[in-house]
């Protein structure tokens, strides 16, 4: 019997095959053999470049925020008057003397303000740095929001809105910087503003974005033209999509490279339009993603696996999304975490429904240092774990360690270092300049080297159990999460020099609906109810009958009620999960979970605690 291969929506691989060479100790050197070419040098360029040959089209739109607290009519900025308010943000900045010294801090959610900041900064040539929102609205304390501006020292703190972020400024910045809240400053521009435009170059420090801190403080990543630059060009390498005038609707935060870096960063570079979508996947603000889906149609379309989970779910029944949404996107794209297959298999089932043929599934991997876009898939057939080879103009170095093999990066894209961190920089960089990432990889295929790279865990995350035997959490992490699909967000691993291995489960909202209880019901009461312990029940079972060993066998397993905490690094804003943290900050729950005195504990069916 044979199977007709899946049908996809025309999407180029240009990039598709390496150069292999062979270091000391066992140590590889992976390049693409498509080259990188002249690109520009700096990102101020192509908004002067796009203001002059489109001036008339959209760079940004929002939908406007009326009194009661909706959203409206969306409001749209051309390129030409991007760059018009670009250069009146600029000259206002140089008029306050600002530099790498004394840069620009932005506390604010993704907007038209924030963006025409941003603009500003780059044209001026004065660092900025968005930070994440989470560090003024959702933190008790303003640890990291004090850390962050104790590292910049800003000469300016914009915010958005008094209201929301007046009590964190008002802890955390002293009296001697200006704070400006609601728009950016302005003022008439004058020759100077352009010359110091023209002064930039590809050295110069477009911003500061901030790593995520997992036990530690997040440290600043620096931010130059040339990173930026060509990052972009590396992008329409390997994704010549991009430059065919893309249409994005997006949530995801300026702060995070992702968002700000990569789609913020593809818009300008190819002359796009950038509709910000103010919902989230979560069940508050879904709805609002999904309304601007259905007017939006974006030519490519980018998320984490929540978002796409919730577009799934809504795409069964939801028609006007269904067809909106698959009307003339070339390209799906996730990062941040695994996709469950259940997932995947619901959004190919609408597709095929709707349109005849799949949308390709883009990933691939990459971080805050490398701008972040570093290595992507080479056929449509991705697989959950693929990542692919590497863009041009980046070698990737295949390193043995600790019986895995990590992959470090050197090129154009990759940051020189962190900003007022010597000793974390020197730490970050191997004696041959590339950058240590942590992350484990593993061949597609041996035999084919072309097909490239696939996720094996990080590193840092790994452990052994007391036997000595090695648990590699990240493949075992995305076994849990597609065993227990749709209603598992994440599972910390446990078992740090213990016998067995455990795992903590931060469930997604749709466990509620295995409880049968009413929505106002506490999630620690939804969570211990017969139904869902009866479901998690099968899953423990299931993931013990299909283990091959003690390192991948799960002796036991606790439902989460208690969110992971943003003050104690244990998740991001785009709700990350860092193993490392939760184990740090739980470990009283974890010595419970694994001397057998924590309520609620789940074992495999004959198992004794």
């Not at 958005?160 to 704070?179: F, H, L, M, Q, S």
């Not at 999904?290 to 929540?306: G, K, Q, S």
């Not at 996107?329 to 005849?356: C, K, N, T």
């Not at 061949?443 to 790279?453: F, K, N, R, S, T």
């Amino acid at each position: 019997m044979t199977t007709t291969a899946p049908r996809y929506r025309p999407l180029a691989f240009p990039v598709d095959r390496v150069t292999l060479r062979e270091g000391a100790g066992g140590v590889r050197y992976i390049k693409a053999e498509h080259p990188l070419g002249e690109h520009p040098q700096r990102l101020t360029d192509r908004l002067v470049h796009w203001a002059e040959v489109a001036p008339d089209r959209t760079f940004i739109a929002r939908r406007v925020k009326q009194a009661d607290g909706t959203t409206g009519e969306w409001q749209h900025v051309t390129y030409r008057q991007a760059l018009a308010k670009a250069r009146r943000i600029g000259q206002a900045l140089l008029d306050r003397g600002l530099d790498a010294q004394r840069p620009v801090a932005i506390l604010s959610e993704n907007s038209i303000e924030h963006a025409l900041l941003a603009l500003g900064c780059l044209y001026a040539g004065i660092p900025y740095s968005p930070v994440s929102p989470a560090y003024s609205l959702v933190s008790q304390d303003f640890d990291k929001l004090r850390h962050v501006l104790a590292t910049l020292t800003p000469g300016l703190v914009f915010a958005t809105d008094e209201a929301r972020y007046g009590k964190a400024v008002r802890a955390t910045v002293g009296n001697d910087i200006e704070v400006v809240y609601g728009r950016a400053p302005e003022a008439d521009p004058t020759p100077a503003v352009d010359a110091a435009m023209q002064a930039t170059g590809p050295d110069t420090i477009a911003k500061f974005l901030f790593t995520s801190g997992s036990t530690k403080l997040p440290k600043a990543v620096i931010n130059t033209h040339r990173m930026w630059c060509a990052n972009q060009q590396q992008m329409c390498h390997s994704m010549p999509v991009l430059a065919q005038t893309p249409v994005l609707v997006d949530w995801l935060p300026w702060n995070h490279t992702f968002g700000g870096n990569h789609n913020v960063g593809l818009t300008i570079f190819n002359g796009g339009t950038l509709y910000i979508d103010d919902g989230k996947p979560t069940p508050a603000f879904v709805g609002e993603t999904l309304r601007n889906l259905r007017e939006i149609a974006p030519t490519v379309y980018f998320n984490v696996p929540t978002g796409f989970e919730a577009i799934a779910n809504a795409m069964k029944t939801d028609d006007v999304l269904r067809r909106n949404l698959l009307s003339r996107v070339q390209m799906f794209f996730y990062a941040g975490a695994a996709l469950a297959q259940p997932v995947w298999d619901a959004l190919h089932e609408s597709q095929e429904r709707e349109i005849g043929e799949r949308i390709v599934m883009g990933t691939g991997l990459g971080m805050t240092e490398s701008s972040p876009f570093a290595i992507f898939i080479t056929n449509p057939n991705v697989k959950a774990g693929h990542l692919g080879v590497p863009t041009p103009g980046l070698e990737l170095k295949l390193v043995p360690a600790d019986g895995k093999t990590e992959v470090r990066y050197r090129g154009p894209n990759i940051t020189p270092g962190y900003w007022r961190n010597e000793q974390a920089t020197q730490e970050s960089f191997d004696e041959e300049g590339f950058f240590c990432t942590g992350d484990a990889v593993l061949w597609i295929d041996e035999a084919d080297i072309h097909q490239g790279l696939k996720f094996d865990g990080r590193i840092a995350e790994d452990f052994k159990l007391a036997t000595g035997t090695f648990v590699s959490v990240g493949p075992l992490r995305g076994k849990i999460i597609a065993a227990g699909a749709p209603y598992v967000q994440d599972a910390v691993i446990t078992g740090i020099n213990l016998n067995e291995v455990g795992a903590l489960i931060f469930p997604t909202p749709a466990v509620r609906q295995l409880a049968g209880l009413p929505d106002t019901a506490p999630l620690k009461q939804v969570l211990e109810s017969a139904p869902v312990q009866a479901h998690f029940q099968k899953v423990v079972d299931e993931l013990a009958a299909s283990s091959t060993g003690s390192s991948s066998r799960i002796a036991r397993l606790h439902l989460m009620h208690e969110p992971p905490s943003i003050d104690k690094g244990e998740v991001t804003d785009k709700g990350s999960i860092n193993q490392r943290a939760v184990l740090k900050h739980r470990d009283a729950l974890v010595n419970a979970l694994h001397g057998g005195t924590l309520p609620y504990t789940l074992l495999p069916q004959g198992k004794k605690s």
